[in-house]
Protein backbone atom coordinates (compact mmCIF):
# COMPACT_ATOMS: atom_id res chain seq x y z
CA UNK A 1 0.00 0.00 0.00
CA UNK A 2 3.02 2.17 0.91
CA UNK A 3 6.65 1.83 0.55
CA UNK A 4 9.78 4.23 0.80
CA UNK A 5 12.83 2.78 -0.87
CA UNK A 6 16.03 4.25 0.48
CA UNK A 7 14.08 7.71 0.57
CA UNK A 8 16.28 10.67 1.11
CA UNK A 9 14.91 14.63 1.27
CA UNK A 10 16.91 17.61 1.14
CA UNK A 11 15.53 20.83 1.16
CA UNK A 12 16.62 23.96 -0.68
CA UNK A 13 18.83 24.81 2.01
CA UNK A 14 20.60 21.84 2.14
CA UNK A 15 18.85 20.70 5.08
CA UNK A 16 18.55 16.39 5.44
CA UNK A 17 14.56 16.03 5.94
CA UNK A 18 15.14 12.02 5.57
CA UNK A 19 18.24 9.89 4.66
CA UNK A 20 17.82 6.77 3.33
CA UNK A 21 14.14 5.49 5.10
CA UNK A 22 12.61 2.30 3.72
CA UNK A 23 9.67 0.56 4.95
CA UNK A 24 6.57 -0.43 4.06
CA UNK A 25 3.03 -0.48 4.93
CA UNK A 26 0.27 -3.08 4.49
CA UNK A 27 -3.45 -2.19 3.30
CA UNK A 28 -5.17 -2.02 6.46
CA UNK A 29 -2.33 -1.15 9.06
CA UNK A 30 -2.66 1.87 11.42
CA UNK A 31 0.99 3.17 11.39
CA UNK A 32 2.08 5.85 14.13
CA UNK A 33 5.27 8.29 12.81
CA UNK A 34 6.60 9.44 16.02
CA UNK A 35 9.87 11.44 16.67
CA UNK A 36 11.69 14.54 18.07
CA UNK A 37 10.66 17.49 16.84
CA UNK A 38 12.57 18.29 13.44
CA UNK A 39 13.30 14.15 13.06
CA UNK A 40 11.19 14.25 9.47
CA UNK A 41 8.15 12.82 10.42
CA UNK A 42 6.01 15.99 8.24
CA UNK A 43 8.46 15.18 5.41
CA UNK A 44 7.29 11.91 5.38
CA UNK A 45 3.82 12.70 5.02
CA UNK A 46 4.40 15.18 2.74
CA UNK A 47 5.90 12.80 0.72
CA UNK A 48 2.82 10.78 -0.19
CA UNK A 49 0.57 13.67 -1.07
CA UNK A 50 3.95 14.57 -3.63
CA UNK A 51 3.70 18.00 -1.69
CA UNK A 52 7.64 17.34 -1.59
CA UNK A 53 9.42 15.23 -3.56
CA UNK A 54 12.55 12.79 -2.56
CA UNK A 55 15.97 14.01 -3.61
CA UNK A 56 17.09 10.25 -3.92
CA UNK A 57 14.48 7.01 -3.46
CA UNK A 58 11.00 5.81 -4.08
CA UNK A 59 7.83 6.17 -2.64
CA UNK A 60 5.25 4.11 -3.40
CA UNK A 61 1.48 4.86 -2.46
CA UNK A 62 -1.00 2.31 -3.96
CA UNK A 63 0.67 1.07 -6.79
CA UNK A 64 1.81 4.28 -7.79
CA UNK A 65 5.58 5.75 -7.69
CA UNK A 66 4.48 9.09 -6.38
CA UNK A 67 8.39 11.00 -7.64
CA UNK A 68 8.16 9.78 -11.08
CA UNK A 69 4.60 11.00 -11.01
CA UNK A 70 3.76 13.86 -13.26
CA UNK A 71 2.51 16.94 -11.64
CA UNK A 72 -0.57 16.58 -14.15
CA UNK A 73 -1.68 13.18 -12.60
CA UNK A 74 -0.70 14.37 -9.08
CA UNK A 75 -4.59 14.88 -8.24
CA UNK A 76 -5.84 11.34 -9.24
CA UNK A 77 -3.21 10.23 -6.70
CA UNK A 78 -4.92 13.06 -3.89
CA UNK A 79 -8.10 11.31 -4.11
CA UNK A 80 -7.20 7.93 -2.79
CA UNK A 81 -4.99 10.06 0.19
CA UNK A 82 -7.04 11.55 2.70
CA UNK A 83 -5.31 14.27 4.41
CA UNK A 84 -6.56 15.17 8.40
CA UNK A 85 -5.17 18.39 9.39
CA UNK A 86 -3.48 19.92 12.70
CA UNK A 87 -5.23 22.93 11.83
CA UNK A 88 -8.21 21.75 10.59
CA UNK A 89 -8.51 24.01 7.89
CA UNK A 90 -12.06 24.03 7.65
CA UNK A 91 -13.72 26.81 5.20
CA UNK A 92 -15.16 29.40 7.39
CA UNK A 93 -17.82 30.82 5.32
CA UNK A 94 -19.87 27.46 4.57
CA UNK A 95 -21.53 24.94 6.95
CA UNK A 96 -20.10 21.55 8.29
CA UNK A 97 -22.49 19.85 5.10
CA UNK A 98 -21.01 22.25 2.52
CA UNK A 99 -17.55 21.87 4.37
CA UNK A 100 -17.64 18.14 3.37
CA UNK A 101 -19.83 18.45 0.17
CA UNK A 102 -16.95 20.78 -1.22
CA UNK A 103 -14.57 17.70 -1.62
CA UNK A 104 -16.73 16.28 -3.72
CA UNK A 105 -17.87 19.13 -5.85
CA UNK A 106 -14.33 20.08 -6.53
CA UNK A 107 -13.80 16.23 -8.00
CA UNK A 108 -16.52 16.73 -9.99
CA UNK A 109 -18.78 14.24 -8.33
CA UNK A 110 -22.47 14.13 -8.99
CA UNK A 111 -24.96 15.58 -7.47
CA UNK A 112 -26.73 12.29 -6.35
CA UNK A 113 -23.62 10.28 -5.34
CA UNK A 114 -23.05 13.96 -2.82
CA UNK A 115 -26.48 13.96 -1.42
CA UNK A 116 -26.16 10.23 -0.87
CA UNK A 117 -22.64 10.23 0.70
CA UNK A 118 -22.14 13.07 2.71
CA UNK A 119 -24.66 12.59 5.29
CA UNK A 120 -23.22 9.09 5.92
CA UNK A 121 -20.04 10.09 6.68
CA UNK A 122 -21.09 12.95 8.94
CA UNK A 123 -23.20 10.18 10.62
CA UNK A 124 -20.40 7.99 11.05
CA UNK A 125 -18.29 11.13 12.55
CA UNK A 126 -20.84 11.34 15.12
CA UNK A 127 -21.64 15.29 13.60
CA UNK A 128 -24.98 14.25 11.69
CA UNK A 129 -26.58 17.02 14.23
CA UNK A 130 -24.61 19.73 12.99
CA UNK A 131 -24.71 20.08 9.55
CA UNK A 132 -26.06 23.07 8.93
CA UNK A 133 -23.27 24.72 11.87
CA UNK A 134 -21.21 26.95 10.31
CA UNK A 135 -17.31 25.70 11.73
CA UNK A 136 -16.89 28.90 14.13
CA UNK A 137 -20.20 27.24 16.02
CA UNK A 138 -18.30 24.09 16.72
CA UNK A 139 -15.78 22.81 19.42
CA UNK A 140 -12.15 21.66 18.12
CA UNK A 141 -13.17 17.97 18.57
CA UNK A 142 -16.06 18.68 16.10
CA UNK A 143 -14.09 20.57 13.69
CA UNK A 144 -11.45 17.81 13.63
CA UNK A 145 -14.52 15.71 12.95
CA UNK A 146 -15.72 17.39 10.18
CA UNK A 147 -11.57 17.71 8.76
CA UNK A 148 -12.24 13.88 9.20
CA UNK A 149 -15.07 13.61 7.37
CA UNK A 150 -14.07 15.97 4.51
CA UNK A 151 -10.81 13.53 4.33
CA UNK A 152 -13.11 10.36 3.81
CA UNK A 153 -15.85 11.54 1.77
CA UNK A 154 -13.66 10.41 -1.63
CA UNK A 155 -13.27 7.36 -0.04
CA UNK A 156 -9.82 7.09 0.17
CA UNK A 157 -7.60 3.80 0.93
CA UNK A 158 -5.39 6.08 2.74
CA UNK A 159 -6.04 8.29 5.69
CA UNK A 160 -2.96 10.65 6.60
CA UNK A 161 -3.05 12.85 9.77
CA UNK A 162 -0.31 14.92 11.13
CA UNK A 163 -0.41 15.53 14.47
CA UNK A 164 -4.52 15.22 14.27
CA UNK A 165 -5.20 15.82 18.07
CA UNK A 166 -2.04 18.70 18.31
CA UNK A 167 -4.53 21.32 19.09
CA UNK A 168 -6.95 19.08 21.24
CA UNK A 169 -7.00 18.65 24.50
CA UNK A 170 -6.61 14.86 26.07
CA UNK A 171 -10.18 13.75 26.49
CA UNK A 172 -11.15 15.14 23.04
CA UNK A 173 -7.93 13.87 21.83
CA UNK A 174 -9.16 10.44 23.18
CA UNK A 175 -12.59 10.35 21.19
CA UNK A 176 -10.78 11.80 17.67
CA UNK A 177 -8.00 8.30 18.46
CA UNK A 178 -11.68 6.33 18.58
CA UNK A 179 -12.63 7.71 15.62
CA UNK A 180 -9.40 7.33 13.60
CA UNK A 181 -10.00 3.91 15.12
CA UNK A 182 -13.09 2.93 13.78
CA UNK A 183 -12.33 3.96 10.27
CA UNK A 184 -9.31 1.81 10.23
CA UNK A 185 -11.37 -1.40 11.15
CA UNK A 186 -13.78 -0.04 8.47
CA UNK A 187 -10.71 -0.96 6.02
CA UNK A 188 -8.73 2.42 5.45
CA UNK A 189 -4.91 2.25 5.94
CA UNK A 190 -4.05 5.06 8.68
CA UNK A 191 -0.60 6.77 9.17
CA UNK A 192 -0.54 9.33 12.08
CA UNK A 193 1.85 11.43 13.26
CA UNK A 194 1.77 11.94 16.80
CA UNK A 195 3.67 13.79 19.63
CA UNK A 196 1.23 12.23 22.21
CA UNK A 197 2.78 9.29 24.30
CA UNK A 198 -0.84 8.08 25.94
CA UNK A 199 -2.23 7.66 22.45
CA UNK A 200 0.37 5.67 21.31
CA UNK A 201 0.96 3.48 24.45
CA UNK A 202 -2.95 3.05 24.32
CA UNK A 203 -2.90 2.37 21.25
CA UNK A 204 -0.82 -0.18 20.97
CA UNK A 205 -0.38 -0.97 17.27
CA UNK A 206 3.19 -0.29 14.75
CA UNK A 207 5.29 2.58 15.97
CA UNK A 208 7.91 3.88 12.88
CA UNK A 209 10.24 6.06 15.34
CA UNK A 210 12.44 8.87 13.21
CA UNK A 211 15.38 10.27 14.64
CA UNK A 212 16.94 13.31 12.60
CA UNK A 213 16.04 11.63 9.21
CA UNK A 214 16.62 8.20 10.13
CA UNK A 215 14.52 5.54 11.37
CA UNK A 216 15.63 4.19 14.55
CA UNK A 217 12.80 1.99 15.37
CA UNK A 218 9.79 0.51 13.37
CA UNK A 219 7.96 -1.92 16.11
CA UNK A 220 4.52 -3.40 16.26
CA UNK A 221 2.14 -3.06 18.73
CA UNK A 222 5.21 -0.68 19.92
CA UNK A 223 4.79 2.26 22.57
CA UNK A 224 6.31 5.55 22.50
CA UNK A 225 9.56 6.19 23.85
CA UNK A 226 12.61 3.91 22.78
CA UNK A 227 13.05 1.10 25.27
CA UNK A 228 15.85 1.70 27.16
CA UNK A 229 16.60 -1.86 28.07
CA UNK A 230 16.12 -3.24 24.45
CA UNK B 1 -22.27 25.92 -12.60
CA UNK B 2 -19.36 26.02 -10.11
CA UNK B 3 -16.99 27.90 -11.90
CA UNK B 4 -19.95 30.70 -13.13
CA UNK B 5 -21.28 30.98 -9.40
CA UNK B 6 -17.80 31.50 -8.16
CA UNK B 7 -16.52 34.00 -10.84
CA UNK B 8 -19.88 36.22 -10.78
CA UNK B 9 -19.26 36.41 -6.47
CA UNK B 10 -15.87 37.15 -6.92
CA UNK B 11 -16.35 39.74 -9.63
CA UNK B 12 -19.13 41.47 -6.65
CA UNK B 13 -16.76 41.10 -3.47
CA UNK B 14 -14.56 42.75 -5.29
CA UNK B 15 -16.58 45.63 -6.84
CA UNK B 16 -14.10 48.75 -6.89
CA UNK B 17 -11.39 46.89 -8.52
CA UNK B 18 -13.85 44.63 -11.26
CA UNK B 19 -15.05 48.25 -12.47
CA UNK B 20 -11.57 49.80 -12.30
CA UNK B 21 -10.53 47.05 -14.25
CA UNK B 22 -13.62 47.19 -16.98
CA UNK B 23 -13.21 50.56 -17.77
CA UNK B 24 -9.04 50.37 -18.07
CA UNK B 25 -9.59 47.13 -20.30
CA UNK B 26 -12.51 49.61 -22.04
CA UNK B 27 -9.93 52.54 -22.45
CA UNK B 28 -7.06 49.66 -23.94
CA UNK B 29 -9.27 47.94 -26.33
CA UNK B 30 -10.89 51.65 -27.66
CA UNK B 31 -7.30 52.86 -28.27
CA UNK B 32 -6.81 49.29 -29.89
CA UNK B 33 -9.81 49.79 -32.14
CA UNK B 34 -9.25 53.47 -33.10
CA UNK B 35 -5.58 52.11 -34.20
CA UNK B 36 -7.73 49.64 -35.98
CA UNK B 37 -10.17 51.89 -37.84
CA UNK B 38 -6.65 53.95 -38.62
CA UNK B 39 -5.04 51.12 -40.10
CA UNK B 40 -8.06 49.91 -42.01
CA UNK B 41 -8.44 53.38 -43.31
CA UNK B 42 -4.70 54.45 -44.10
CA UNK B 43 -4.63 50.92 -46.15
CA UNK B 44 -7.86 52.34 -48.20
CA UNK B 45 -6.86 55.66 -48.43
CA UNK B 46 -2.82 54.37 -49.83
CA UNK B 47 -5.19 51.61 -52.24
CA UNK B 48 -6.96 54.33 -53.53
CA UNK B 49 -3.96 56.83 -54.16
CA UNK B 50 -1.88 53.54 -55.70
CA UNK B 51 -4.88 53.26 -58.04
CA UNK B 52 -4.51 56.85 -59.24
CA UNK B 53 -0.33 57.17 -59.00
CA UNK B 54 0.47 56.29 -62.87
CA UNK B 55 3.62 56.66 -65.21
CA UNK B 56 2.67 58.54 -67.87
CA UNK B 57 4.60 57.49 -71.31
CA UNK B 58 4.37 60.47 -73.55
CA UNK B 59 4.01 59.25 -77.26
CA UNK B 60 6.08 61.08 -79.71
CA UNK B 61 4.52 63.42 -81.99
CA UNK B 62 5.35 61.65 -85.53
CA UNK B 63 3.16 58.21 -84.08
CA UNK B 64 0.89 57.53 -86.36
CA UNK B 65 -2.51 56.12 -85.43
CA UNK B 66 -1.03 52.60 -86.18
CA UNK B 67 2.05 53.09 -83.88
CA UNK B 68 -0.15 55.19 -81.04
CA UNK B 69 -2.31 50.96 -80.88
CA UNK B 70 1.22 49.24 -80.69
CA UNK B 71 2.44 51.02 -78.09
CA UNK B 72 -0.34 51.17 -76.11
CA UNK B 73 -0.41 46.63 -76.76
CA UNK B 74 3.50 46.47 -75.81
CA UNK B 75 3.08 48.54 -73.10
CA UNK B 76 -0.08 46.37 -71.44
CA UNK B 77 2.27 43.47 -71.89
CA UNK B 78 4.81 44.71 -69.42
CA UNK B 79 5.12 43.07 -66.21
CA UNK B 80 4.26 45.20 -62.95
CA UNK B 81 1.43 46.36 -65.18
CA UNK B 82 -2.07 46.48 -63.68
CA UNK B 83 -3.89 49.06 -66.66
CA UNK B 84 -2.70 50.83 -69.03
CA UNK B 85 -4.69 53.30 -70.30
CA UNK B 86 -4.31 55.57 -73.82
CA UNK B 87 -4.96 59.19 -73.40
CA UNK B 88 -5.11 61.18 -77.07
CA UNK B 89 -4.03 64.80 -77.28
CA UNK B 90 -7.86 65.88 -77.02
CA UNK B 91 -8.56 63.71 -74.24
CA UNK B 92 -5.34 65.58 -72.72
CA UNK B 93 -6.91 69.14 -73.66
CA UNK B 94 -10.17 68.56 -72.51
CA UNK B 95 -8.87 67.20 -68.91
CA UNK B 96 -6.76 70.02 -68.60
CA UNK B 97 -9.06 72.38 -68.96
CA UNK B 98 -11.39 70.60 -66.84
CA UNK B 99 -8.87 70.88 -64.10
CA UNK B 100 -8.26 74.88 -64.83
CA UNK B 101 -11.35 75.36 -64.36
CA UNK B 102 -14.49 77.30 -66.29
CA UNK B 103 -12.89 80.86 -65.26
CA UNK B 104 -9.87 80.12 -67.67
CA UNK B 105 -11.78 78.14 -70.37
CA UNK B 106 -12.28 81.33 -72.75
CA UNK B 107 -8.18 81.21 -72.80
CA UNK B 108 -8.02 78.13 -74.74
CA UNK B 109 -10.56 79.45 -77.11
CA UNK B 110 -9.61 78.66 -80.74
CA UNK B 111 -7.21 76.26 -79.59
CA UNK B 112 -6.84 72.30 -80.10
CA UNK B 113 -5.15 69.52 -78.25
CA UNK B 114 -2.60 68.90 -81.03
CA UNK B 115 -1.24 72.10 -80.73
CA UNK B 116 -0.10 71.85 -77.15
CA UNK B 117 -0.29 68.37 -75.50
CA UNK B 118 1.15 65.09 -76.80
CA UNK B 119 -1.03 62.06 -76.11
CA UNK B 120 0.19 59.68 -73.52
CA UNK B 121 -0.58 56.23 -72.43
CA UNK B 122 -1.13 56.00 -68.43
CA UNK B 123 0.38 53.30 -66.39
CA UNK B 124 -1.08 51.99 -63.36
CA UNK B 125 1.66 49.51 -61.90
CA UNK B 126 0.43 46.77 -59.91
CA UNK B 127 3.35 46.97 -57.14
CA UNK B 128 4.16 50.26 -56.22
CA UNK B 129 7.98 49.31 -54.96
CA UNK B 130 8.82 48.27 -58.77
CA UNK B 131 7.75 51.17 -60.91
CA UNK B 132 11.45 52.15 -61.29
CA UNK B 133 11.78 48.89 -63.46
CA UNK B 134 8.17 49.44 -65.02
CA UNK B 135 9.07 53.29 -66.31
CA UNK B 136 12.60 52.08 -67.91
CA UNK B 137 10.68 48.85 -69.68
CA UNK B 138 8.29 51.73 -70.75
CA UNK B 139 10.83 54.13 -71.93
CA UNK B 140 12.16 51.49 -73.89
CA UNK B 141 9.15 50.53 -75.79
CA UNK B 142 9.76 52.19 -79.83
CA UNK B 143 7.97 55.57 -79.97
CA UNK B 144 7.84 56.73 -77.17
CA UNK B 145 9.46 60.10 -75.84
CA UNK B 146 9.03 60.20 -72.42
CA UNK B 147 8.35 58.45 -69.28
CA UNK B 148 6.69 60.71 -66.58
CA UNK B 149 7.06 58.99 -62.91
CA UNK B 150 5.69 60.56 -59.43
CA UNK B 151 7.74 58.26 -57.67
CA UNK B 152 8.84 60.45 -55.11
CA UNK B 153 4.63 61.05 -54.01
CA UNK B 154 4.08 57.78 -54.54
CA UNK B 155 6.75 56.43 -51.74
CA UNK B 156 6.50 58.85 -49.85
CA UNK B 157 2.79 57.82 -49.04
CA UNK B 158 3.83 54.40 -48.73
CA UNK B 159 6.40 55.07 -46.71
CA UNK B 160 4.17 57.04 -44.35
CA UNK B 161 1.92 54.36 -43.98
CA UNK B 162 4.21 51.94 -42.87
CA UNK B 163 6.08 54.22 -40.45
CA UNK B 164 2.00 54.71 -38.89
CA UNK B 165 1.23 51.80 -38.91
CA UNK B 166 4.29 50.29 -37.33
CA UNK B 167 3.91 52.80 -34.43
CA UNK B 168 0.61 52.01 -33.88
CA UNK B 169 1.64 48.33 -33.67
CA UNK B 170 4.38 49.04 -31.20
CA UNK B 171 1.65 51.21 -28.90
CA UNK B 172 -1.09 49.27 -29.31
CA UNK B 173 1.69 46.28 -27.70
CA UNK B 174 2.20 48.37 -24.95
CA UNK B 175 -1.39 48.94 -23.93
CA UNK B 176 -2.42 45.22 -24.48
CA UNK B 177 0.34 44.13 -21.98
CA UNK B 178 -0.67 46.97 -19.90
CA UNK B 179 -4.64 45.80 -19.76
CA UNK B 180 -3.12 41.74 -18.97
CA UNK B 181 -1.33 43.33 -16.04
CA UNK B 182 -4.17 45.19 -14.59
CA UNK B 183 -6.42 42.45 -14.62
CA UNK B 184 -4.10 40.01 -13.61
CA UNK B 185 -4.02 42.12 -10.33
CA UNK B 186 -7.73 42.07 -10.39
CA UNK B 187 -7.80 38.23 -10.16
CA UNK B 188 -4.99 37.97 -8.11
CA UNK B 189 -6.97 39.76 -5.37
CA UNK B 190 -9.81 37.11 -5.73
CA UNK B 191 -7.49 34.39 -5.46
CA UNK B 192 -5.83 35.99 -2.32
CA UNK B 193 -9.25 36.05 -1.06
CA UNK B 194 -9.54 32.37 -2.24
CA UNK B 195 -6.42 30.82 -1.17
CA UNK B 196 -7.90 28.53 1.56
CA UNK B 197 -10.00 27.05 -0.31
CA UNK B 198 -7.65 26.66 -3.73
CA UNK B 199 -5.21 24.89 -0.78
CA UNK B 200 -7.97 22.33 0.23
CA UNK B 201 -8.53 21.79 -3.29
CA UNK B 202 -5.27 20.91 -4.02
CA UNK B 203 -5.08 18.15 -1.13
CA UNK B 204 -8.62 16.58 -1.84
CA UNK B 205 -7.09 16.32 -5.49
CA UNK B 206 -9.02 18.75 -7.97
CA UNK B 207 -7.16 18.86 -11.42
CA UNK B 208 -5.46 22.61 -11.97
CA UNK B 209 -7.68 22.88 -14.94
CA UNK B 210 -10.96 22.67 -12.21
CA UNK B 211 -9.34 24.72 -9.73
CA UNK B 212 -8.56 27.75 -13.00
CA UNK B 213 -11.64 27.63 -14.33
CA UNK B 214 -13.60 30.13 -11.94
CA UNK B 215 -10.66 32.42 -12.37
CA UNK B 216 -10.62 32.59 -15.93
CA UNK B 217 -14.26 32.80 -16.43
CA UNK B 218 -13.81 36.26 -14.36
CA UNK B 219 -11.18 37.52 -16.39
CA UNK B 220 -13.01 36.80 -19.35
CA UNK B 221 -16.10 38.13 -18.08
CA UNK B 222 -14.03 41.38 -17.12
CA UNK B 223 -12.66 41.40 -20.37
CA UNK B 224 -15.77 40.93 -22.39
CA UNK B 225 -17.30 43.38 -20.77
CA UNK B 226 -14.44 46.03 -21.33
CA UNK B 227 -14.63 44.91 -24.79
CA UNK B 228 -18.11 45.76 -25.28
CA UNK B 229 -18.17 49.02 -23.95
CA UNK B 230 -15.21 49.84 -26.29
CA UNK B 231 -17.24 48.34 -29.23
CA UNK B 232 -20.29 50.82 -28.25
CA UNK B 233 -18.04 54.03 -27.69
CA UNK B 234 -16.12 53.38 -31.07
CA UNK B 235 -19.50 52.39 -33.00
CA UNK B 236 -20.45 55.67 -31.74
CA UNK B 237 -17.50 58.04 -32.34
CA UNK B 238 -16.43 56.41 -35.51
CA UNK B 239 -19.47 58.00 -37.91
CA UNK B 240 -19.49 60.72 -36.24
CA UNK B 241 -15.61 61.63 -36.41
CA UNK B 242 -15.71 60.24 -40.01
CA UNK B 243 -18.54 62.94 -40.34
CA UNK B 244 -16.17 65.70 -39.17
CA UNK B 245 -13.18 64.56 -41.17
CA UNK B 246 -14.87 64.02 -44.06
CA UNK B 247 -15.87 67.95 -44.37
CA UNK B 248 -12.33 68.75 -44.94
CA UNK B 249 -10.99 65.75 -46.63
CA UNK B 250 -13.42 64.90 -49.47
CA UNK B 251 -10.37 63.51 -52.03
CA UNK B 252 -10.25 60.28 -50.39
CA UNK B 253 -13.34 58.30 -49.46
CA UNK B 254 -12.97 56.50 -45.91
CA UNK B 255 -15.34 53.09 -44.70
CA UNK B 256 -18.23 53.64 -42.75
CA UNK B 257 -18.25 51.84 -39.68
CA UNK B 258 -20.76 49.23 -40.67
CA UNK B 259 -17.74 48.31 -43.68
CA UNK B 260 -15.22 47.49 -40.66
CA UNK B 261 -17.80 46.80 -37.74
CA UNK B 262 -17.35 42.75 -37.95
CA UNK B 263 -13.39 42.69 -38.09
CA UNK B 264 -13.01 45.64 -35.27
CA UNK B 265 -15.75 44.32 -32.81
CA UNK B 266 -14.62 41.01 -34.05
CA UNK B 267 -10.57 41.77 -33.13
CA UNK B 268 -11.87 43.68 -29.97
CA UNK B 269 -13.62 41.16 -28.62
CA UNK B 270 -10.81 38.41 -29.52
CA UNK B 271 -8.45 40.39 -27.53
CA UNK B 272 -10.85 41.27 -24.38
CA UNK B 273 -10.51 37.38 -24.13
CA UNK B 274 -7.47 36.61 -24.42
CA UNK B 275 -6.42 39.37 -22.15
CA UNK B 276 -8.87 38.09 -19.62
CA UNK B 277 -8.07 34.51 -19.92
CA UNK B 278 -4.03 35.65 -19.87
CA UNK B 279 -4.20 37.40 -16.76
CA UNK B 280 -5.98 35.11 -14.82
CA UNK B 281 -3.82 32.06 -16.39
CA UNK B 282 -0.72 34.33 -15.07
CA UNK B 283 -2.61 35.68 -11.43
CA UNK B 284 -2.95 32.27 -10.45
CA UNK B 285 0.00 29.81 -11.39
CA UNK B 286 1.56 30.36 -8.44
CA UNK B 287 -0.87 29.14 -6.43
CA UNK B 288 -0.92 25.93 -8.45
CA UNK B 289 2.00 24.66 -7.31
CA UNK B 290 1.59 22.88 -4.30
N1 LIG C 1 10.34 23.66 3.71
C1 LIG C 1 11.48 23.41 4.38
N2 LIG C 1 12.62 24.05 4.04
C2 LIG C 1 13.76 23.79 4.66
N3 LIG C 1 13.91 22.91 5.67
C3 LIG C 1 12.81 22.23 6.07
C4 LIG C 1 11.53 22.45 5.43
N4 LIG C 1 10.62 21.65 6.03
C5 LIG C 1 11.30 20.97 6.97
N5 LIG C 1 12.61 21.31 7.00
C6 LIG C 1 13.63 20.74 7.89
O1 LIG C 1 13.69 19.34 7.71
C7 LIG C 1 13.81 18.67 8.92
C8 LIG C 1 12.65 17.72 9.15
O2 LIG C 1 11.47 18.52 9.27
P1 LIG C 1 10.02 17.90 9.48
O3 LIG C 1 9.03 19.00 9.32
O4 LIG C 1 9.88 16.71 8.63
O5 LIG C 1 10.11 17.48 11.01
P2 LIG C 1 8.95 16.92 11.95
O6 LIG C 1 9.42 15.60 12.42
O7 LIG C 1 7.66 16.98 11.30
O8 LIG C 1 9.01 17.99 13.13
P3 LIG C 1 7.80 18.49 14.07
O9 LIG C 1 7.57 17.43 15.08
O10 LIG C 1 8.36 19.74 14.70
O11 LIG C 1 6.64 18.75 13.20
C9 LIG C 1 13.91 19.75 9.99
O12 LIG C 1 15.30 19.98 10.26
C10 LIG C 1 13.30 20.96 9.34
O13 LIG C 1 13.90 22.14 9.82
MG1 LIG D 1 5.83 18.11 11.60
Redesign the interface.
Known amino acids: MIEFRDVTVIYDNDIIGLENVSFKIEKGEFVFLVGKTGAGKSSAIKLL ?1 G ?1 IKPYAGDVIVNGITVNTLKN ?1 KL ?5 SVG ?1 VFQDF ?1 L ?1 PNKTVYENVA ?2 M ?4 ARKKDIRRKVPTILSLVGLSGRAKNYPNELSGGEQQRVCIA ?1 ALV ?1 SPAIVIADEPTGNLDAETADEIMKLLMEINRMGTTIVMVTHSEKIVNDARRRVIQLESGVVVRDEMEGGYALDVLA | M ?1 SLKTAFSSLGRNAVMTVASIVTIACCLFLFGVFLLFAFNINYIGEQISSQCELQAFIDDAATPADEERILKEISALPNVKSAEFESKEQAFENYKAQLGMEYSESFEGMSGSDILRSSVKIVPDDLTLVKQTELAAKSVRGVARVVNREDIILKVVSATDIIKFGSLIAMLILLITAVFIIQNTIKLSVHARE ?2 I ?10 G ?2 RRPFVLEGVIVGVIGASIAIVIIAFGYNMAVGGVTEFLDVFKLYSFSQLALPVSGGLMLFGIIMGSLGSRSAIRRHLK ?1
Open positions: TEKPYLRRVRLFAEVVRRN | YEEHIMKFVGATDFIV
